[in-house]
Structures are given as C-alpha cells and as structure tokens.
C-alpha cells in the first residue's frame, strides 16, 4: 500500500489527531524512508529522526523545535545539509545497488533529488487567467513554467479553489511526454496501459478529434479514467478490460485493430517518481528488476503488432534505470519491424520534478 494511502487509513481511524499532529507524522515518515538507510547505526531513533527532518529541509517551525541546536540551519542547500553530517550520513548507503541509470541523469543528482519534496505542477486546460486570479486572491505561490504548466508547492490546497474541469494535476515530465504524441485530426490511438487516463488526457486535450482506445486490467481504474473523461467534458475512449503482457487476450480484445499511434506507458519501478513515494525507494528489490524488465518487454512486443504501416508507438517509463529504459527499447527495436527515431531522459532533478523516460519508434510505410 502507497505510505500516502497508508497516513490516509491511520488518520481516519485515529481522529483525534489534528491536523498539525497529521503534518508532523506525515513529515517524519516521508523523511524517515528517505534518508534513514544513510544514517549510521549507532545513532537512536530520535537522533536519526532529526538528521532525516534535517535533510529534508523541513520548513515546519513545529518541526524544526524537534532539531537539535546543531541543525538548525535548515535554509542552506541540501548539498550543504548532506556535507555537514558526513560523518554521520551516505548519500549513496540510501540505494546500495549496482544498478545501471540511463544516460544523462548521474547517480548524485538523482539521490540528491529524493531527499527534496517534489513541487505539485497543474496543467492548464482552459481559463488561464482566471486560475492565476484565483491563486493570487488565496496567497497560493505559484511559478509558470510554460503558458499551460504551473509549479505550486507541495500540498497546496487548490482543489477547493480552481474550477475542476480547468486544470490537471500532472507532473512536470509527464506533461513534456506530450510533445512526442503528435497526434493528427481524426487519427487511431490506443493507450495500452491506460491507468488513470493522465496522457489520455493529454492526448485528447492536444488533438479532441483523436479516436481513442484505452485498456487496463484494472476495472475500477477504467471507471476512474471513464469519470474523470466526464469531468473534462471530453468524448469517451472505448476502454477494454485487458493484461496486454498476454498477446491472445489481446488479440481477443482488439481483433485486427491498428492505430496510427499507440502511448505503452509501461508499469516500472518508479524510481524516478521516488522523490514522492521513498517507501519504494526503502523497499526496493533489485531482484525484481529484471522481472519488472521482462514485463516491459513483454507489453511493448504485443502492443507494437497493432501499430498501422507509418504509426507512431511512444514507450514511456517513469524510471531512471537503464534496465527499463533503453535495454527494453534495444529488444523492441531487434524484435519487431519499428525504427527508433528519438529517446531520451526528461530530467526534472533540477526542477522539482519527476524524471521520466520516453522513447519515440516508428513503423515503416509500406512500399
């Protein structure tokens, strides 16, 4: 269970904890499971829960009480932070594996940004100036990143504020993977694990003539992504319940369909999204790497045979792992008919942001 869906149970059930009490917990656990692994053993429990809100940069008066006088500092740069306990903390004891990044992104930058909390970004659908209006009315701090993105900080409460079907709440990177879809007018797409709908969204928000076809093996998350079609007043995908690792109850589902572009946003391990969820980081297990990369392998392949001679298939990942990245598109591009035309990292380290993985193939048009 997400340690976010976790806090959400726990306070339900204790609701004596106000909402000061709720912060404070929820603090210490994000900075716990973010640096607690780099903490040498000899320290308690509670001189480990101080280096951790240190870290972290907790901006918490209520918290920042808990330091001692020694750590007080918390305004400088996490390198500045990490440099004055090295005595007693490893930026790299957090992830001790022989695990291989993709290009462009070291292996520092990446362990420094997990110890930062990542900003909440809005995609802007419509009414621009009138969410801005509304932000500054409320005090709310936000920084344009482009004319449709906004970076907020963390935990801002705008979802009682902005008109819900005017906004998405999306990442950063994971909005820049649109720049790759290129949709036309009235063209096939299938997003093949569709979750939520979040670059269904988008797909749709680029181009609302698109004919789109989503699957999950998900019910429920089918109905979320149907609700949420219908908060942006946007035409319904046909949605198919479906394991697409599974080429025959593909093929039962999607029969001799071909779309001129297909999303495969694969399940992976997350790590460069772990900035908001470091109890994956805590609990990884390098051993499941290679069955996560298996499974990778085994989606692109069978979606990739219903992409149309002159198709688009973007493979996205939200992972910073060479082994979900680039191997897998090596073994897409050996084992079927696409070409690689482009990949690359979208490094949102230095900007509060997750870091993600898209790669653009492209089926030869028929002679």
Request: proline letters at 4%; one cysteine or more; aromatic letters at 8%.
């Amino acid at each position: 269970m997400p340690l976010a869906h976790y806090l959400k149970n726990h306070f339900r059930q204790h609701p004596k904890l106000g909402s000061r009490d709720r912060k404070i917990i929820s603090e210490m656990c994000y900075s716990w499971y973010r640096c607690e692994k780099g903490i040498i053993d000899a320290l308690s429990i509670e001189e480990k829960m101080g280096i951790c809100l240190y870290l972290c940069g907790s901006d918490s008066k209520h918290i920042q009480a808990f330091l001692p006088a020694l750590l007080q500092d918390v305004e400088q740069p996490v390198t500045a932070r990490i440099n004055k306990l090295q005595s007693d903390f490893n930026i790299n004891a957090i992830f001790p594996y022989n695990v291989t990044l993709s290009n462009s992104i070291s292996i520092t930058e990446w362990l420094r940004s997990i110890i930062t909390q990542p900003a909440l970004f809005i995609r802007i659908r419509k009414s621009r100036e009138k969410l801005l209006s509304i932000l500054d009315e409320n005090n709310i701090a936000y920084k344009p990143i482009d004319n449709n993105c906004l970076a907020l900080p963390n935990g801002a409460q705008i979802d009682k504020l902005l008109p819900a079907d005017s906004y998405v709440v999306q990442d950063l990177s994971s909005q820049r993977t649109g720049n790759y879809f290129l949709p036309q007018k009235n063209d096939k797409w299938y997003d093949c694990c569709s979750g939520a709908g979040g670059k269904s969204l988008l797909l749709t928000d680029i181009e609302p003539t698109v004919q789109l076809t989503v699957t999950d093996r998900r019910e429920s998350i089918l109905h979320n992504l149907k609700e949420r079609f219908k908060l942006y007043h946007l035409k319904q995908p046909v949605a198919h319940i479906a394991d697409v690792q599974k080429a025959e109850g593909l093929k039962t589902v999607l029969g001799k369909a071909d779309f001129d572009g297909i999303i495969c946003d694969v399940p992976c391990t997350g790590s460069g999204t772990w900035a908001r969820t470091p109890e994956q980081l805590y609990f990884f297990d390098s051993a499941k790497l290679i069955e996560i990369s298996h499974l990778q392998i085994a989606i692109a392949t069978n979606t990739a045979s219903y992409i149309r001679p002159g198709g688009r298939f973007i493979y996205i990942t939200c992972s910073v792992f060479s082994q979900e990245n680039e191997a897998v598109v090596a073994s897409l591009s050996a084992g079927t008919d696409l070409i690689l035309e482009s990949m690359q990292v979208l490094n949102g380290v230095n900007e509060k942001a997750d870091s993600m993985f898209v790669a653009v193939l492209k089926k030869p048009d028929v002679l």
